[in-house]
């Protein structure tokens, strides 16, 4: 079993809807969680970063992280043809562990007009 | 704004040649990366080095070594490429902090393709 799983998709969705891209995880030593967007033949963009448990809102997108059922979501509020890229969840330990991420493999959203 | 420079976005090279790829990052970030992706593998760890100097392996050292003399700049070298070694590779770059976190910051790629 891989530490970080995620659903490669792709996931195709309308314009305006609500999309969820999910990670689940096994170790539950990890404490810092973060969302990458990748667009097409570019390095991956850092979206946003969340501590233990809970959520972070940032404009539309919201973070979620539920780390009971070690599981982390990522909500896109009203989305737009522009969110079409590959999203890559990522994981890392606090002080005493790795400081290197975990990442999952990404999920490919399409948003179609 | 953090910022991962990489020394170029596409590169085409023969078969035994040796590479370099550089990147450069201007957030005095301790630690730096060399990853390669590949559709359906994801990112694959390279080498990573956490001060000037120094440098550790990864999930897939084989076939690379990597240079770090001064604590902007990390290198990555093909010592003598071969056409598995064609893909996308990535730089990255974070601080060290007590505590965490631990958020990588990525450059723009490079696209490697050897003939």
């Known amino acids: 079993q891989k530490e970080v799983e995620q659903d490669p998709g792709p996931l195709s969705v309308p314009e305006g809807a609500i999309v969820s891209l999910n990670c689940t995880y096994s170790n539950s030593a990890f404490q810092y969680f973060m969302w990458y967007r990748q667009y097409s033949r570019k390095g991956p963009e850092l979206l946003m970063y969340t501590y233990s448990s809970g959520n972070k809102e940032d404009g539309r997108f919201t973070a979620q992280v539920d780390k009971s059922s070690k599981y982390i979501s990522l909500f896109i509020r009203d989305s737009q043809p522009s969110d079409s890229a590959t999203y890559l969840c990522a994981m890392s330990f606090a002080s005493g562990g790795s400081y290197i991420p975990t990442f999952g493999r990404g999920t490919s959203l399409i948003v179609h007009p | 704004d953090v910022k991962v420079t990489q020394s170029s976005r596409y590169l085409v090279k023969r078969t035994g040649e040796k590479v370099f790829l550089e990147c450069v990052q201007d957030?005095?970030?301790?630690?730096m990366f060399w990853y390669r992706q590949d559709p359906g593998l994801g990112l694959r760890l390279i080498y990573f080095?956490?001060?000037?100097?120094?440098?550790e392996k990864g999930d897939i050292p084989e076939g690379y070594s990597v240079s770090r003399e001064k604590k902007e700049r990390f290198s990555l070298i093909l010592e003598s490429a071969s056409t598995n070694q064609t893909s996308m590779y990535l730089c990255?770059?974070?601080?060290?902090?007590?505590?965490?976190?631990?958020?990588?910051?990525f450059g723009p790629g490079t696209r490697l393709t050897v003939t």
């Open positions: 957030m005095d970030h301790e630690n």
């Open positions: 990255a770059s974070s601080f060290s902090r007590t505590g965490g976190t631990y958020e990588q910051y």
């Open positions: 080095s956490y001060d000037v100097k120094m440098k």
